[in-house]
């Protein structure tokens, strides 16, 4: 399917182990971006990437560990989960500069919970 | 927060003209506007750097100078319904800085 997806899109753990959230696109875009919300803060960033095997931190990077070895893959990992961390979480990519620089596209997001 | 919303909630009547406020403090090189649905799926509705844009019933101002944007809706509908985010791209930053939304409830 064309778009960008995420997966799963339901997650249940537990403190102290380790979870990945999948993210994936087939636009070829250059940019992309990992988000979390939470009620009463919005939407923030955590991580992004320009290019594969380029990555910085966002406003909130502590406890999520990111890669991007394809184009179309960027994977967030908490290596080892808190309560802290129970959140939605949004993947979102962006075409290279150009005419659509600055367009982002959300993906539907993964609802997970750390009990 | 370098972006702000207003108002935060708003429940109006079917038909009504609806006005959502953002204001930001930093330089951009672009606003967002985004609607979030109950189902928590985030679609983008504008993307704009200057003057006004217009899709349907939705209108999209922005003033640089002033460092504003409005969202309005005109014949408002239930299907209106959602929270609406404003979200700025920071000039030199590569992510999105967001508002904290304003949900909005159109009643029939």
């Known amino acids: 399917d064309a778009g960008i997806t995420q997966s799963p899109r339901y997650k249940i753990t537990e403190t102290g182990r380790q979870v990945t959230l999948m993210c994936h696109q087939t636009?070829?875009?250059?940019?992309m971006f990992w988000y979390r919300q939470d009620l009463g803060h919005g939407l923030r960033l955590i991580y992004y990437s320009a290019a594969a095997d380029i990555t910085d931190k966002g406003e909130v990077p502590d406890g999520y560990v990111v890669s991007r070895s394809k184009t179309e893959n960027f994977p967030l990992t908490l290596e080892s989960a808190t309560r802290s961390q129970t959140s939605v979480y949004f993947c979102?990519?962006?075409?290279?500069?150009?005419?659509?620089?600055?367009?982002?596209?959300f993906g539907p997001g993964t609802r997970l919970t750390v009990l | 927060n370098e972006v702000e919303q207003s108002p935060q909630n708003l429940t109006a009547q079917e038909g009504e003209f609806i006005t959502i406020n953002c204001s930001y403090s930093?330089?951009?090189?672009?606003l967002h506007w985004l609607q979030q649905h109950p189902g928590g799926g985030i679609v983008s509705l504008f993307m704009l750097s200057s003057g006004k844009k217009k899709h349907g019933r939705l209108i999209a101002t922005i003033n640089i100078q002033e460092k504003h944007s409005s969202l309005h809706i005109t014949a408002s509908h239930p299907r209106d319904s959602a929270v609406y985010i404003c979200a700025v791209k920071v000039r030199g930053a590569d992510g999105l800085t967001f508002g904290k939304g304003t949900h909005l409830i159109i009643q029939p």
């Open positions: 930093v330089g951009i090189s672009a």
């Open positions: 979102a990519s962006s075409p290279p500069i150009g005419v659509l620089y600055n367009e982002q596209f």
């Open positions: 636009w070829s875009h250059s940019y």
